[in-house]
Nanobody, 125 residues
Framework: QVQLQESGGGSVQPGGSLTLSCSFP????????LGWFRQVPGKKREGVAV???????SYGDSAKGRFSISKDNAKNILYLQMNNLTPEDSAMYYC???????????????????WGQGTQVTVSS
């Protein structure tokens, strides 16, 4: 079982920035893809960004140009830097992991094997 733990969610005004963090076990660093996904109640889960084990990054349409995914293998932390946030970005954000090399497939399908508990992001004035 791969344990993932998100943090960093909260409330922010439109146009603001927020950085989410996700701790992951060291032993998946070289074997798993890691990603960020979000979901609003009543809507389908959406892929935000995925970073493969070789650090190749893939982004969903909603994230391109505003969000940046990164991974610190020394600290075993996955980040999602979110800029220029809008109310439409409000959602529960989840960290997820799966073995292998997924890239845009994982972003689109949003069906990874391991999931964190989620952290809420609310964008409002």
């Amino acid at each position: 079982q791969v344990q993932l733990q998100e943090s960093g969610g909260g409330s922010v005004q439109p146009g603001g920035s927020l950085t989410l963090s996700c701790s992951f076990p060291h032993y998946i660093t070289s074997t798993h893809a890691l990603g960020w996904f979000r979901q609003v109640p009543g809507k389908k889960r959406e892929g935000v960004a995925v970073v493969d084990y070789d650090d190749y990054k893939s982004y969903g349409d909603s994230a391109k140009g505003r969000f940046s995914i990164s991974k610190d293998n020394a600290k075993n932390i996955l980040y999602l830097q979110m800029n220029n946030l809008t109310p439409e970005d409000s959602a529960m954000y989840y960290c997820a992991a799966d073995e292998g090399y997924g890239g845009m497939w994982y972003v689109v399908k949003a069906e990874l094997k391991y999931w964190g508990q989620g952290t809420q992001v609310t964008v409002s004035s």
